[in-house]
Nanobody
Framework: QVQLVESGGGSVQTGGSLRLSCAAS????????MSWFRQAPGKEREGVAT???????GYADSVKGRFTISQDSAKNILYLQMNSLKPEDTAVYYC?????????????????????WGQGTRVTVSS
């Protein structure tokens, strides 16, 4: 059973930075897709950034150039470095895993592809 545990959320001012982490356990396969989603109050959950087992990445237009997704495969940790944060980045951020690779558009476009989700970590950006 795959388990995902996020950490690193918090409160920052506009222009600040945060790094989210997602510790993964329970999967020994070589092919996967891992993504960060976020859900703001009253809004749908949306894909933010994705990375596959080959290291290919993709980003939502709203975070391109500000957020960076990366992974430490040896430690099974997924990261999301968030710079130049804006109030509109305020949301609960979720780590998600699928046990196969897909295109970035597919990975960011729909929650239904993911079998496993973390509990979420809250990010608040104040102006």
């Amino acid at each position: 059973q795959v388990q995902l545990v996020e950490s690193g959320g918090g409160s920052v001012q506009t222009g600040g930075s945060l790094r989210l982490s997602c510790a993964a356990s329970g999967y020994t396969g070589s092919s996967y897709q891992m993504s960060w989603f976020r859900q703001a109050p009253g809004k749908e959950r949306e894909g933010v950034a994705t990375i596959d087992s080959d290291g290919a990445t993709g980003y939502a237009d709203s975070v391109k150039g500000r957020f960076t997704i990366s992974q430490d495969s040896a430690k099974n940790i997924l990261y999301l470095q968030m710079n130049s944060l804006k109030p509109e980045d305020t949301a609960v951020y979720y780590c998600a895993a699928a046990l196969f690779r897909m295109t970035a558009i597919q990975a960011l476009g729909a929650r239904r592809w993911y079998n496993y989700w973390g509990q979420g970590t809250r990010v608040t950006v104040s102006s």
